[in-house]
């Protein structure tokens, strides 16, 4: 087997590089879709409520 892939599947610090990529990237992609989710439910609540919506971007 190729050395570097013994390094990630065969020892230890090769499954914690794996699963930290992972994270980063999932925190990568879950932060701005929950941002997203949220802002969208706080319009809705807002138009409901019947107040003017908060201008978006600079």
């Known amino acids: 087997m190729h050395p570097i892939l013994v390094e990630l599947f ?7 590089l794996i699963a930290g990529t992972l994270v980063m990237i999932g ?3 879950g932060v701005p879709l929950f941002i997203r989710k949220r ?4 319009e809705e609540a807002a138009r409901a409520r019947g107040d ?3 201008p978006r971007g600079p």
């Not at 065969?10 to 499954?15: K, S």
């Not at 802002?39 to 706080?42: G, P, S, T």
Request: proline content about 12%; charged content about 30%.
């Open 10 to 16: 065969a020892r230890p610090v090769g499954w914690l």
């Open 27 to 29: 925190i990568g992609i």
């Open 52 to 54: 003017a919506p908060r």
């Open 39 to 42: 802002e969208r439910a706080e």
